[in-house]
């Protein structure tokens, strides 16, 4: 059983950056790949970054991709969403989930975080 907890989400303006992290709890977090996903209102959710357990295979979906970056520290049992230029469009709800494959489809994870706001002014 793995426990997730988001923190960092805020109200940010425009142009801004915010980084968002996820604590894991248990022992085989390094076992995991990690997701990180995000629904606006009225909205799917969307796949946005993940990170396999070694922390070298990783994958960002094109609509964040050269602005928001994911990583992990194993040591911490956390993973990170560093969110650069962010945008109105990016207001959503944002949650970290882990998974025992990489995969971008929201099936394929096993274990999610209750999701933090993050909001961004014009």
């Known amino acids: 059983q793995v426990q997730l907890v988001e923190s960092g989400g805020g109200l940010v303006q425009a142009g801004g950056s915010l980084r968002l992290s996820c604590a894991a709890s248990?022992?085989?977090?390094?076992?995991?790949?990690m997701g990180w996903f995000r629904q606006a209102p009225g909205k799917e959710r969307e796949f946005l970054a993940l990170l396999a357990g070694n922390g070298v295979t990783t994958y960002h979906a094109d609509s964040v991709k050269g602005r928001f970056t994911i990583s992990r520290d194993n040591a911490r049992n956390t993973v990170y969403l560093q969110m650069n230029s962010l945008k109105p469009e990016d207001t959503a709800v944002y949650y970290c989930?882990?998974?025992?494959?990489?995969?971008?489809?929201?099936?394929?994870?096993?274990?999610w975080g209750q999701g933090t706001q993050v909001t961004v002014s014009s």
């Open positions: 248990g022992r085989t977090f390094r076992s995991y790949a």
């Open positions: 989930a882990a998974g025992l494959t990489i995969a971008t489809r929201e099936r394929e994870y096993d274990y």
